[in-house]
């Protein structure tokens, strides 16, 4: 099976910038999407396809995605951002099923 | 407005079974594909099933491949998940989510606000 990597925990200064990081072997051929999730609520999309942002996300949130590792960036960090933030991937070798990192805690301190 | 509204949650006993439903509107339901993850109490989130937008196409995570199925009515713009031989390890909030496309391996467009399986005696 194919497994993402992320660190439990990242924490930053406000209007510092945030790089979360997916790691998993040869990431870079697959296409990786970003969800963040707040306390009590559902998972929002902010990055699709390594690098797209869907409508509404600030330009604050890009990603990358390279050889071993996708990277979350966020920059000049709000309280608001404050959040879990997951990877995703599809794992398509004779099924297709997605594949979400274990989450990475973003604190603002 | 994209909406999706899950429902069917609640407490079943251990070996139980139990219909998730989800209600989609805001958009042309039979041009998506749609799926549902689940996320156990203060743990990430856990791919379950995918189904492609005509319906003919279904797929699911190995722990609950034979026990889960998914079916969808574009009549009825509802995504179905029927949950069989429940375990403890199965309880969890069960999201709903659009796909970014017809085939199912697009992105998690949009979530529901989950509905919540509990497993117990």
């Not at chain 1, 590792?69 to 070798?93: F, K, M, N, P």
């Not at chain 2, 403890?88 to 496309?101: F, I, L, R, V």
Request: hydrophobic share 30%.
């Amino acid at each position: 099976s194919y497994v993402l990597t992320q660190p439990p925990s990242v924490s930053v200064a406000p209007g510092e910038t945030a790089r979360v990081t997916c790691g998993g072997n040869n990431i870079g051929s697959k296409s990786v999407h970003w969800f963040q999730q707040k306390p009590g609520q559902a998972p929002l999309l902010v990055i699709f396809y390594d690098n797209d942002r869907p409508s509404g996300i600030p330009e604050r949130f890009s990603g990358s995605n390279s050889g071993n590792t996708a990277t979350l960036t966020i920059s000049r960090v709000e309280a608001g951002d404050e959040a879990d933030y997951y990877c995703q991937v599809w794992h398509t070798r004779g099924d297709h099923w997605a594949v979400f990192g274990g989450g990475t805690k973003l604190t603002v301190l | 407005e994209v909406q999706l509204v899950e429902s069917g949650g609640g407490l079943v006993q251990p070996g139980g079974s139990l219909r998730l439903s989800c209600a989609a509107s805001g958009f042309s339901f039979s041009n998506y594909a749609m799926y549902w993850v689940r996320q156990a109490p203060g743990k990430g989130l856990e791919y379950v099933s995918s189904i492609n937008s005509n319906g003919d196409s279904t797929y699911y995570a190995n722990p609950v491949k034979g026990r889960f199925s998914i079916s969808r009515d574009n009549s009825k713009n509802t995504v179905y998940l029927h949950m069989g031989s429940l375990r403890p390890e199965d309880m969890a909030t069960y999201y709903c989510a659009k796909g970014s496309h017809g085939f199912v391996t697009g992105f998690f467009q949009y979530w529901g606000q989950g509905t919540l399986v509990t497993v117990s005696s």
